[in-house]
């Protein structure tokens, strides 16, 4: 068997460039989705009992559902979206890098919310009470007294299922999107060299993913000191 | 949104003839159902094994335990498939050689397993070694005080307590496992996900195939749900916390 690495290093700025779009994705996916996760714990923890209904169902039924089988969902359900939204005769090309932008931020809502939703659930009941004592409104006393502290407490948390995402943005791949691996699988098919690609693309990944473990594992260490 | 359903679908012939699709359906739960079964059984024994090791005091072991974790944790899942399927091969001649003069799916079918099976241990490791550490201190002195090894205090002592306490943890680990097992798709396994695509893309009835395939994985989530809890209530041990799930 003989290995040539010397085609990783030709298809490098292809690479680079799949790369590039799997940090926008995962960027992407990480501040879209603690977005709406945070609305959707707060509506999880709802009284309405028909909004906290609602918020549980679809998390729930993102979570029970394979990611792989969400994109395939989205893949073929945004053009019938968009086609509705702005009632065009026929549905809209979107393109595979667009609709996993859409998707991820979706599906990390599901796994971002219930995060959120421990963190809330951390803070003594007190801390809102006296912020309704001070006279602040719900959205007040959620925006500058419960949330800061929830997402301080669970910042390791927040950070560790970012690295999980990051490793998840590879199953774009399905829907041919460019990333990383998309960017190395079209490498690896034209030039025949299936071998050193993916031994290429598995070490990055891993130095990438334990660096990052390990910078989060040091953060955790010193939140549990202050705390 | 102009979609028009056609549950019907299902009960038409594929264009091989003789076979419905539903029964394609059905074909690819039960590859989904074969991976994870098989790719479970490895993951806990493994899982357990590389779990019990990083608690022990010995240093070797412990590291040993924790390359293992680290390695499988920090490559994407999708990666490691292909590492299994396209990269083992080439790397060892005689397993190519075998590869060539069988069935394909054969082939796909332990490059799934293995890949899903060593990377779930990886997780229930973490879960094993969080559960022993969880135990009071006592126990493992206790055991010591009684003249117990160090096995026998693994094997009648800490284990015992700590299996327990990670049967929920397990719990989603083994639903993770199936949802995983879609990833042999993308080397070509006809499992559930890739049945419904398939269907999809002979009939364009792509909604209906994908809803049908997610009923069944929110089925089998529920299902494992209920049998994990079923589970924790046998093996509860009177007079602990845990009283089994609900």
């Known amino acids: 068997m003989d290995l040539d690495f010397g085609v990783v290093g030709g298809a490098l700025p292809y690479l680079w460039k799949g790369f590039r779009y799997t940090v926008e994705l995962t960027v992407t996916a990480a501040a879209g989705g603690l977005f709406f996760g945070t609305l959707l714990a707060l509506a999880r923890l709802s009284s309405l009992r028909s909004l906290s209904l609602a918020a549980a169902g679809y998390v729930n039924l993102m979570r029970s559902v394979p990611l792989v089988l969400v994109i395939f969902w989205f893949f073929f359900l945004v053009p019938l979206m968009l086609q509705g939204i702005t009632g065009a005769e026929r549905p809209p090309q979107v393109g595979a890098e667009r609709t996993a932008l859409l998707t991820f931020v979706l599906f990390e809502a599901a796994y971002f919310c219930e995060i959120m939703r421990a963190g809330i659930q951390s803070i003594p009941k007190g801390q809102l009470h006296s912020a309704y004592a001070l006279g602040l409104s719900y959205a007040q006393a959620m925006r500058l007294v419960i949330l800061p502290q929830a997402l301080r407490n669970m910042l390791p948390v927040l950070l560790t299922q970012v690295i999980v995402l990051f490793q998840d943005t590879s199953l774009v791949y399905v829907i041919s999107a460019t990333d990383f691996v998309g960017a190395a699988a079209k490498i690896a098919q034209r030039d025949s060299r299936l071998v050193e690609m993916y031994l290429f693309v598995a070490i990055v990944y891993f130095v990438l993913c334990f660096t990052l473990s390990r910078l989060v594992k040091r953060l955790q260490s010193r939140l549990a000191v202050v705390r | 949104m102009s979609y028009s359903w056609n549950w ?107 890949c899903l099976g060593l990377f779930t241990s990886a997780r229930i490791a973490e879960q094993v070694r969080a559960g022993i550490q969880s135990l009071p201190r006592g126990q493992r002195d206790a055991a010591a005080a009684l003249g117990l090894t160090t096995l026998q205090a693994y094997r009648h002592v800490l284990l ?87």
């Open chain 2, 160 to 246: 015992p307590m700590a299996l327990r306490i990670v049967i929920p943890p397990l719990t989603s680990e083994a639903m993770n496992l199936i949802k995983n097992s879609s990833i042999a798709l993308t080397i070509g396994l006809a499992e559930l996900t890739f049945r419904a695509r398939e269907m999809g893309e002979y009939t364009f009835s792509f909604f209906e195939a994908f809803s049908a395939a997610t009923i069944i994985y929110v089925a089998i989530a529920m299902t494992a749900n209920r049998a994990m809890a079923w589970v924790e209530r046998r093996v509860a041990v009177p007079g602990f916390m845990g009283r089994g799930g609900r």
């Open chain 2, 8 to 114: 019907g679908v299902f009960l038409e012939e594929t264009p091989e003839g003789g076979v419905y699709y539903w029964e394609l359906i059905v074909s690819g739960l039960g590859w989904t159902l074969a991976v994870s079964v098989l790719a479970w059984l490895i993951a806990l024994s493994l899982g357990t094994v590389v779990g019990t090791v990083r608690t022990t005091r010995s240093r070797g072991l412990v590291l040993l335990g924790d390359a293992w974790v680290e390695l499988f944790r920090n490559i994407p899942l999708l990666v490691q498939m292909f590492l299994w399927y396209f990269v083992m091969p080439e790397l060892i001649p005689p397993l190519k050689r075998w590869i060539v003069r069988v069935d394909p799916t054969y082939a796909q079918f332990i490059a799934a397993v293995l």
